[in-house]
């Protein structure tokens, strides 16, 4: 499955040290041919286990992970890289699949995007430069809209006013966050909370409740937003 090539490469704003990860390689020397046209520096992986090893050893500026690959799939190189990882990298999912169900594995996985095949190569570029400009100036800093997250102090604030989170708090706005635009069921956030026993659902429904006190009582619209019977998003209105 085949990007679309009938676009010229557009200047790069910014040159980019990217990492692609990528077992099919005819799909592969297209992309690396392209974003190197457009003057970005590619490095290039053919399988899981090598990709995560060159994502944990080098300061790429964005990652381009394939879903299905040999050794190590992308889910598990991407969920790998966030927990291992020294700093929060950009990933853009690039598969064939495109369902909601698999788009919100991998936003759950720590992905940062998604692109679906076969995709237009100046697209998968303009994409490259938006990931990077949004982990800038610090890479654990996280933005949506008026929200702002600080992985390392555990704080976040929306427009400017600290809110004053419960630690699960922070931890379900992060996840919502690194999700977002993707909804993430009850029973995502359950097993990423409580990993190893978790309680019953009047425990999430209680967290998700505190968490509406800070992030959206106090403001004029909400962000954090009910998809009854799947889950829970956040969400920015396209006037903000």
Not at 115 to 139: G, I, M, N, V, W
Request: proline share 6%.
């Amino acid at each position: 499955m085949q990007p679309s090539t009938d676009a010229v490469c557009l200047l790069p704003a910014q040159v980019l040290r990217i990492l692609l990860i990528e077992d099919e390689p005819a799909l592969a020397r297209n992309v690396v041919d392209y974003l190197q046209l457009c003057g970005h520096h590619v490095d290039y992986a053919a399988d899981g286990k090598h990709g995560l090893f060159l994502a944990l050893q080098h300061n790429f500026d964005v990652i381009l992970l394939d879903l299905m690959l040999p050794r190590l799939d992308g889910l598990s190189v991407c969920r790998q890289l966030r927990t291992q990882g020294s700093r929060h990298i950009p990933v853009l999912m690039l598969t064939a699949r495109d369902t909601l169900d698999e788009k919100t594995q991998g936003f759950y996985a720590g992905a940062d995007d998604y692109l679906t095949k076969p995709f237009a190569l100046a697209e998968l570029a303009l994409r490259c430069q938006a990931l990077a400009r949004r982990s800038q100036p610090d890479a654990y800093t996280l933005d949506i809209g008026p929200l702002r997250l600080d992985r390392r102090s555990h704080q976040a604030w929306r427009a400017g006013q600290l809110l004053q989170l419960h630690p699960l708090g922070f931890q379900i706005l992060q996840m919502l966050a690194e999700a977002s635009p993707a909804v993430l069921s009850r029973q995502q956030l359950s097993e990423r909370l409580w990993p190893d026993d978790a309680p019953d659902s009047d425990a999430l429904r209680s967290h998700i409740y505190l968490l509406r006190q800070q992030l959206d009582k106090p403001f004029d619209w909400p962000l954090l937003h009910t998809v009854h019977g799947v889950g829970f998003v956040l969400r920015v209105p396209e006037s903000v």
